[in-house]
């Protein structure tokens, strides 16, 4: 099955001022086409930081994707970090200074051209209604980090990373964790490969633990979900999703 | 100036099943007082995965603040992961089971009990009004993962992490980065300590670029921010906070 690992690159991440959207709607994609997502990595606007954070990525799973560094100013370092990680240069890209002239209808500025620059070897894969491409180097996809930006580059290119989803169950509970606990630790000895998850929840009146049941195999998921239903006590439970 | 790493243990992050709420209030309320959060790392629930990353944030960084896996359920492996990263055995602590026995008025279950296992070393810090102490390794604060019960739990031990706090100014321009992105680039050669961001807003008509200017010298920031104004053209200035 495909792995992820997700790598964010924004001070304004550390520092609280901006809160980052892209990683959950990137798990929650690539979960839905059946990626596993590994680690999710936020560091700071540092080409040497970048560079190294992401050859650890890229020799340990099989999709990069970066968010955030790519536009014309001076924390705008992605690029400079993806070079250094696989030891290439930066290339000036016709293609892209062509896509900007047409885009803007007119000679590009100094700092315009900086979105020219990509890592020596990169791939453009067009995708999407917006005039840049979307830069491939290996297995590391960089994405913008305006989420609407991101959102619009991925939905145009996720077939490329489609593999066999999960199902999920979700069961809602109205007793406590503690109680439960036993039971569930019968159902994974029974079904040991199935992916349980136990999530407590303040503030719900109707329930108290949402339980989640995956495995990529329907029947399986089927079966272990018929035998946590005869487990719980049926006053316990408070629907099925 | 105290640096912070942040760990999110959870498959339901990494899974896009549940959005983590707790780093971005943590990044807040550390750069509010004055820590610099310098990484945060999600990882899946393995005892393995948990111990590596730990060691290495708790080697890089002055305070560690880990998020979930310490309930009563199989999935909860943060006890475990902390006492592998150290190389600690784990313990029963009686004062955890005599808090548990206080709370619940009865003898605790054998589930609950398991949430009375700690890393030999533990300190055991009494905070805020719930009956769990925050648990403490070395530099490794070990948070609940339920957002609630991790800002309850962290408002009332904040002052432990006080370091000197960054001065804000925000500025909001009407033009697009790539105008400005020369005047930023002048600014910060006039001003180099200053911690400079530039973030473009999609849909919204007022403005087109929020820039932040930060320091932890408020004479220095106040400078900046009038070099900045007089560089801007005023019908480019939307607002300043």
Wanted: aromatic fraction near 8%; glycine fraction near 8%.
């Amino acid at each position: 099955m495909p792995t992820a690992g997700i790598l964010i690159i924004g001070n304004e991440i550390l520092s609280g001022k901006v809160a980052d959207e892209n990683s959950p709607y990137l798990c929650r994609e690539l979960r839905g086409l059946g990626v596993d997502t590994e680690r999710i990595l936020t560091i700071p606007d540092d080409v040497q930081v970048i560079a190294a954070e992401l050859k650890v990525l890229s020799d340990a799973y099989d999709f990069v994707f970066t968010s955030g560094g790519i536009g014309p100013t001076h924390d705008d370092l992605t690029i400079e970090g993806v070079a250094a990680a696989f030891g290439v240069a930066i290339e000036h890209s016709d293609s892209i200074e062509e896509r900007i002239r047409r885009a803007t209808g007119k000679e590009p500025s100094e700092t315009l051209l900086r979105m020219a620059r990509v890592p020596a070897g990169a791939q453009l894969l067009d995708s999407g209604d917006r005039w840049f491409p979307l830069v491939v180097v290996k297995n590391v996809y960089i994405f913008p980090g305006v989420p609407e930006l991101l959102r619009k580059k991925f939905e145009s290119s996720r077939e490329l990373f489609r593999g066999i989803p999960f199902v999920l169950k979700k069961v809602f509970v109205r007793q406590n964790e503690s109680e439960i606990a036993p039971m569930l630790n019968e159902l994974l000895e029974q079904y040991p490969e199935l992916l349980l998850g136990s999530y407590p929840r303040i503030g719900q009146e109707s329930f108290h633990v949402m339980l989640t049941l995956e495995s990529r195999d329907p029947g399986y998921v089927q079966d272990a979900l018929d035998a946590l239903l005869e487990k719980l006590p049926e006053r316990a439970i408070h629907r099925v999703e």
